[in-house]
C-alpha cells in the first residue's frame, strides 16, 4: 500500500474508445503529478495539479485530458489515442508549499498499463 | 531545454560486486532526488541531496551530490538480488520541475 491507489492497472482499448484513468491519494498531499513511462525514456511529466490548480502541461496533446476535482483525486480522460500512446501512466503525490520552490518526494501510485490498439 | 543525462543505461555485475551510475545535468540544480524502481513495480523514493559536495549514505548505499550542483551519483557495495531494478535521478532545474534521468538498469547475472 503505497498510499496512491490507480485504477484500473491495466487497460486495452481501441483509437476510438474513450476511457478514464482514475488516482485517489491517501496521504494528505496538495500536488498530483501524470507521468507517462516508455520504455528506455525518462519519465514524461504530462500535468501537474498544485492546490487543485493546473500549473504544468508540457504540452501534451489534446487527447489526453485531466481533471482534478479535490486535492485526493485525479483523473486522465483518455480519446482517440495513438498507438505510440501505450505506455505505462503513473500518478504520484506529493506536499508542495504554496509560495517555497517545490522540493516533495513523490509518492507513485503502481500505474496504468495502457495499450491501445 | 535542461536536461539530466543518466549512465550507464544497464549495468550487468555479478552478486557481490559494487555498481555505479551517474547523473550530469546541463544546468546547476537546486536539488537532486533518487528513486528505485523494481521490475513491474513503481519508482520509490531513495534519497534527496540538497547541499554542494553532500554525501549521504543508506547502508550499501552511498549517494553523492558535485559540488558544482550539477552531477550525482549512486554507489551500491556488494550487490544482492534485492537491489536489482531500475534507478532514477530527478534534478529540480530553474522552474522547480523535477527533470528525470533515463534510469540505469541493473541486472545481476546469475
Known amino acids: 500500500e503505497t498510499g496512491v491507489t490507480q485504477t484500473p492497472r491495466h487497460l486495452v482499448m481501441g483509437m476510438t474508445n474513450k476511457k478514464s484513468l482514475k488516482c485517489e491519494q491517501h496521504l494528505g498531499h496538495n500536488a498530483m503529478y501524470w507521468y507517462k513511462q516508455s520504455a528506455k525514456k525518462p519519465l514524461e511529466l504530462m500535468f501537474v495539479?498544485?492546490?487543485?490548480?493546473?500549473?504544468e502541461n508540457n504540452s501534451v496533446p489534446s487527447r489526453f485530458s485531466p481533471e482534478c476535482p479535490n486535492s485526493s483525486h485525479l483523473f486522465l480522460h483518455l480519446h482517440t489515442l495513438q498507438p505510440e500512446d501505450s505506455a505505462l501512466y503513473l500518478c504520484a503525490s506529493s506536499q508542495e508549499g504554496r509560495l517555497a520552490a517545490n522540493t516533495g518526494e513523490l509518492f507513485f501510485g503502481e500505474g496504468s498499463r495502457l495499450t491501445v490498439l | 531545454g535542461q536536461q539530466v543525462m543518466q549512465i550507464p543505461q544497464y549495468q550487468h555485475v555479478q552478486e557481490g560486486e559494487d555498481f555505479t551510475t551517474y547523473c550530469n545535468s546541463s544546468t546547476t540544480l537546486s536539488n537532486i532526488q533518487w528513486y528505485k524502481q523494481r521490475p513491474g513495480g513503481h519508482p520509490v523514493f531513495l534519497i534527496q541531496?540538497?547541499?554542494s559536495g553532500e554525501v549521504k549514505k543508506q547502508k550499501r548505499l552511498t549517494f553523492q551530490f558535485g559540488e558544482a550542483k550539477k552531477n550525482s551519483s549512486l554507489h551500491i557495495t556488494a550487490t544482492q538480488t534485492t537491489d536489482v531494478g531500475t534507478y532514477f535521478c530527478a534534478g529540480r532545474g530553474s522552474n522547480y520541475q523535477l527533470i528525470w534521468g533515463a534510469g540505469t538498469k541493473l541486472i545481476i547475472k546469475p
Open positions: 541531496l540538497v547541499k
Open positions: 495539479y498544485n492546490f487543485k490548480e493546473q500549473t
